[in-house]
């Protein structure tokens, strides 16, 4: 990796840098022994790579992988697009979602995000990485599995979805957490529509009211996008099925899918593994839609299972 790094002010056992991919600058952060297989952490909607928590990093760190995570463009300290997004008919953008079929007009969709965590990788001089996605960034990480198999040691996906046609919704607590607008734009309107999102997406009795509020003021300090959240929702709805793209992965694949997540339910987890051969589903009992420190041991566990299993293959 030849990009100047300087220590992050998140983490002390992790370096930050900037790398550009094309016209946009993306904000990375590396941690673990620089001779170490690498891992590549994608993140979801709207998520600042922080969410790939500091103790599901170490673990991975102290299994022996050298980790990566990053923001995607439009979120946390990457870039952000400058060009006014297209009006687009979200009713109609769902409607055809919900049938699987993709829709043109987005400013971008999950193609080009996953052209970007290619060229990340590119950038960072990485000819092949363990790649490892939750929610959105799990869709991404599927589309660069079958686009570049080469980039691609092992995958896997951390309550994510394939995207197919009828798939159960999003609970409407949830989805309206997720998509809702905070009462105001100032810092405390917006850490308490924060700490909405963390009590309707994540497992229940996992974190203080204290340390949400503190991680949420770390989020909203570092970056605030709401225009980039919207972007990305409108390249996800746009994007359609990725069961063609699930024919084409080759790369040892497991998906981990917790059983109370109601944001994206547990069949949107058991379609994607089904639909990519020889993938290994767990369902995590009790865990919802984020990563907790509890958790964290089981999740090193399987993930690292699998990615010894196509060191061997």
Not at 131 to 160: D, H, N
Request: aromatic share 8%; charged share 20%; glycine share 8%.
């Amino acid at each position: 990796m030849s990009a100047l790094f300087t220590p992050s002010p998140y983490a002390d056992f992790m370096q930050q840098t900037t790398v550009k991919v094309g016209e946009l600058d993306f904000h990375v952060e590396v941690g673990g022994k620089e001779d170490a297989p690498v891992v590549l952490l994608v993140m979801g909607l709207g998520a600042q790579m922080l969410l790939w928590r500091d103790w599901f990093c170490k673990g991975l760190i102290d299994a022996g992988y050298r980790v990566i995570r990053f923001d995607n463009r439009d979120i946390g300290l990457s870039s952000k697009m400058r060009v006014k997004s297209p009006r687009m008919n979200e009713a109609k953008l769902m409607a055809r979602f919900t049938l699987g079929l993709k829709t043109e007009g987005a400013l971008y969709n999950l193609y080009d995000l996953a052209n970007d965590t290619k060229g990340i990788l590119d950038a960072l001089g990485i000819e092949k990485a363990h790649v490892i996605g939750a929610s959105m960034g799990g869709m991404i990480s599927q589309i660069l599995a079958a686009r570049y198999p080469e980039k691609v040691a092992s995958l896997g996906l951390l309550f994510t979805s394939n995207n197919r046609a009828f798939l159960p919704p999003p609970f409407p607590k949830q989805f309206n957490a997720l998509t809702g607008r905070p009462a105001s734009q100032n810092e405390e309107d917006l850490l308490k529509h924060s700490l909405r999102l963390f009590n309707a997406i994540g497992t229940p009795n996992q974190s203080s009211v204290e340390s949400q509020l503190e991680f949420a003021r770390t989020l909203f300090r570092r970056s605030y996008s709401p225009a980039g959240v919207m972007r990305q929702y409108l390249g996800v709805l746009s994007t359609g099925s990725l069961t063609a793209e699930n024919a084409k992965i080759t790369a040892p694949t497991v998906v981990l899918h917790g059983s109370l997540d109601r944001l994206l339910p547990p069949a949107h987890g058991r379609a994607a593994a089904k639909a990519i051969k020889g993938s290994t589903f767990h369902l995590i009992s009790g865990m919802a839609h984020d990563i907790p420190e509890s958790y964290t041991p089981l999740l090193v566990k399987l993930f690292t299972q699998n990615m010894k299993k196509a060191a061997k293959a």
